[in-house]
């Protein structure tokens, strides 16, 4: 079953604008991830943020995670048109036996 | 060259056919997956090999095969095709790394309609 889950579904924006995405989870984990996927494509590694850490940047990226909540936010400030895609989170529990569990992800479609 | 290839990148097929799809990488990863994707669903796991030894079911696996023939190359089969087999096929590789990092490298996908 899935362990995260985005939230919205789907979202439309205008370029400049931001646009953040969540992901929530059920369990523990060691570390988070997100993925971009253009349409039909496979998907693309951005960031990982770690169990520890609450906030993480990259360039245009912003990933904060909140353990207490189990949650988890990207955000994309000054998007642009190439940014349409979608987004999806990953998580990942301690330990070799684990392995990454993919949520739904979120459609992001950013007007010119 | 590209790190994670699939072949082929779009097939069809017919009912009760069998079929493979392949997967190769050049990564030198251990880990290497199989996911298919239906609109709105996300990534679902079908199997996951972390050596060449190493094989385990993910979450859909029936109706599926897999053979890790070497490191490099993990084959997907389909032993007789359905219809709600159509998806897009995704492999992936990664290592694991210190503190329990890994991260997936994906293929460009397989595109499969069973009709």
């Known amino acids: 079953s899935q362990q995260g889950e985005e939230d919205p579904q789907a979202l439309s924006i205008q370029e400049g604008e931001n646009a953040t995405m969540n992901c929530s989870y059920k369990t523990s984990i060691n570390n988070l991830q997100w993925y971009r996927q253009n349409s039909g494509r496979g998907l693309v590694h951005l960031i990982l943020?770690?169990?520890?850490?609450r906030e993480k940047h990259s360039g245009r990226l912003r990933v904060t995670l909140d353990t207490s909540k189990k949650s988890s936010s990207l955000l994309i400030t000054a998007s642009r048109a190439a940014d349409t895609a979608s987004y999806f989170c990953?998580?990942?529990?301690?330990?070799?036996?684990?392995?990454?569990?993919f949520g739904r992800g979120t459609s992001l479609i950013v007007h010119p | 060259d590209a790190d994670v290839t699939q072949t082929p990148r779009n097939r069809i097929t017919k009912t009760g056919k069998r079929i493979m799809l392949e997967c190769s990488q050049t990564k030198g990863h251990d880990r290497m997956y199989w996911y298919r994707q239906d609109p709105g669903l996300g990534l679902r796991l079908i199997y996951y090999s972390f050596d060449v030894k190493d094989i385990n079911k993910g979450e859909i696996s029936d109706g599926y095969s897999v053979s890790r023939q070497a490191q490099a190359k993990f084959s997907l089969s389909l032993e007789s095709a359905i219809p709600n087999q159509t998806a897009l096929y995704f492999c992936a590789t990664s290592d694991l790394q210190t503190g329990g990092i890994e991260t997936q490298y994906f293929g460009p996908g397989t595109r499969l309609l069973v009709l």
């Open positions: 990953a998580t990942k529990g301690a330990g070799g036996s684990y392995i990454p569990t």
């Open positions: 943020i770690r169990s520890n850490e």
